[in-house]
């Protein structure tokens, strides 16, 4: 056959592949990527792009592109419950990032905002800056197989055109070919859960509901209406493509008697149902049949294979988790790609990929279907869960009106149960808590302190190694930026204040005895980086001479309090560590 070259393979370019070949080529590392589609997403799937998401994409040089085709934070404000877009409201939450005490969270946390950017718009911003890159893309190239040995990995695809085979020879393989992996499966990685427990239906449609919704914008409105199932995603679901003309229904099926044939009638039966204005005109774009999985990689690598994406962490869109969970992974795998591809680190770096990110995915999959559970009680409280005529279903909901005991413990029941999905809607922790522990990760010595407040809820700061790096507004000169675009690029970066001077000097002494880019910052009065408002001296948990090294992902690898004792020593044993080079 023959055979291509390459230092890394990709296969898919969903939001994990696009986000590693995009991290992999801004790196400087050969990469070709290959999907066995002949173009990208071409429906919405997933959208909530999360602050942590938006730090990486910061980091990449894609922010901007992403703000500009993406709904911005203000205009996803609320998760609305109702019988129907155009029938009676039977409650809202304020939602993703808000709520006034929410929202102040969000402002002190990072310097970006989340958004909501549909998988088909997301996908070609991604792929367009890795081409443009370096990135090699191949679309209609299925992958079949591949072999592994001591030096590489040998990848057989088809060429869907021609119809013929060919071998990608490559040193390293990401799987990120979606909920199905092949590459997962072929790799033998072990897997928890299961999958196809509720089945779903996605109908895509236009159709303009401006008169029923730009008075409470949202990303969702929940419909409970006679039909729906509580099974999957939950209810009937209205999701907001583009405000306010393009929308997204989710609705459910009995996973074990299959999906309904997905006729265009049946599609514009569903929509009418959930809208309730029969008059406003719709037109059905696509719709497909889904199951929700609720399954996870235990391991994400197996030799020179490693998996990222969907093909590791396989759960409902609950919470705005998927994309975000996938291109977080891509960007903790690129950068240790890059340091033992050029020799600077031992391969075993590539051993801390799985121990970092797999206990991430797990929790994902995990809190994603909790979500789906924690629903029920906002129809329970309704008396929306039992079978019954819709006659009476109507009774039920009028009920909540009465002037009467029960009708008073109904609406309490319903606000507090609409509340509680402040775990889906308002996880703020879940989006930014991520400490690791790895080999890459050098403790301090320092007890683990936990967490003060519910960390699914609230993001707690911290520079523990392990965690990532603190966000404050600093100053350099007339520029504001923030501690975290300090980091990134690719690089290691050392950190320290005033009297922290013998760090910055090991950082050159280090840097040049491994061969390492070692960036420096040191953040005080008259230094190139001030705190003009204090921040950063009280989220650094450090004195002025202590240091931070952060990792080329932002996540803090070592700290200490201050500069006393052999400081080169100290930072040299800790990247040797790091490297694998001990």
Wanted: net charge negative.
């Amino acid at each position: 056959m023959t055979m291509v070259e390459t230092d890394v393979l990709i296969v898919g370019s969903g939001p994990a592949g696009a986000s590693a070949g995009l991290a992999l080529s801004t790196y400087g590392v050969p990469n070709i990527m290959v999907t066995r589609y002949s173009r990208l997403a071409d429906t919405p799937r997933a959208h909530i792009t999360n602050q942590r998401t938006m730090e990486v994409l910061r980091d990449l040089g894609v922010e901007q592109d992403v703000i500009v085709k993406a709904t911005p934070q203000h205009l996803m404000g609320n998760t609305v419950f109702c019988t129907a877009i155009a029938g009676e409201e039977l409650g809202r939450l304020r939602s993703w990032g808000n709520e006034p005490l929410v929202q102040a969270a969000h402002e002190l946390a990072s310097p970006t905002r989340m958004c909501d950017m549909p998988q088909h718009l997301m996908e070609p911003v991604l792929v367009t800056a890795a081409v443009e890159r370096g990135t090699r893309l191949r679309f209609d190239t299925e992958y079949l197989s591949h072999e592994q040995d001591a030096d590489g990995v040998t990848a057989t695809v088809r060429d869907r055109v021609r119809g013929d085979t060919y071998a990608i020879r490559a040193k390293y393989l990401i799987g990120a070919d979606g909920g199905r992996s092949k590459v997962a499966e072929d790799a033998g990685l072990p897997m928890g859960g299961q999958m196809g427990v509720a089945g779903s239906i996605n109908i895509v449609f236009d159709a303009d509901l401006t008169k029923y919704v730009a008075h409470r914008p949202a990303t969702l409105y929940w419909v409970l209406a006679p039909g729906a199932t509580v099974g999957g995603i939950g209810a009937g679901l209205v999701r907001c493509v583009r405000p306010w003309n393009e929308w997204l229904i989710v609705w459910g099926y009995d996973v074990e008697g299959g999906p309904p044939d997905l006729t265009e009638e049946y599609a514009l039966s569903v929509v009418r149902k959930l809208v309730g204005d029969d008059e406003i005109p719709v037109t059905i774009k696509s719709s497909s049949a889904w199951t929700v999985n609720e399954m996870y990689a235990e391991k994400y690598s197996s030799g020179r294979v490693f998996c990222a994406g969907d093909a590791c962490h396989r759960h409902p869109p609950s919470n705005g988790l998927g994309s975000n969970t996938s291109i977080q992974d891509s960007y903790n795998l690129a950068w240790k790609l890059k340091l033992v591809l050029d020799g600077t680190a031992s391969p075993s770096l590539l051993d801390t990929y799985s121990d970092e990110r797999a206990p991430v995915g797990k929790q994902v999959v995990t809190r994603a279907n909790q979500s789906i559970g924690e629903t029920a009680p906002v129809f329970e409280a309704l008396g929306g869960l039992s079978p019954q005529t819709p006659e009476q279903l109507w009774r039920n909901i009028a009920a909540r009106k009465d002037a009467t005991p029960e009708a008073e413990e109904q609406r309490e029941r319903l606000r507090e149960a609409i509340a509680f999905k402040a775990y889906e809607f308002n996880a703020h922790g879940v989006d930014l808590n991520q400490r690791y522990t790895s080999a890459a990760i050098v403790p301090d010595g320092t007890e683990d302190p936990g967490f003060a407040r519910d960390p699914e809820l609230h993001f707690q700061p911290s520079t523990r190694p392990g965690a990532k790096l603190p966000h404050a507004w600093i100053s350099a000169g007339t520029r504001n930026l923030s501690t975290l675009d300090l980091g990134g690029q690719g690089r290691f970066t050392l950190i320290t204040g005033i009297g922290g001077e013998p760090w910055a000097e090991a950082a050159r002494i280090v840097g040049k005895e491994l061969g390492l880019e070692i960036a420096t910052a040191v953040i005080g009065p008259g230094q190139e980086y001030e705190d003009p408002y204090g921040d950063w001296a009280r989220l650094r948990e450090i004195g002025d001479s202590g240091a931070l090294l952060v990792r080329p992902d932002n996540h803090v690898a070592f700290r200490r309090q201050d500069a006393t004792g052999d400081v080169t020593a100290a930072l040299s044993d800790a990247l040797r560590q790091i490297l694998g080079r001990g």
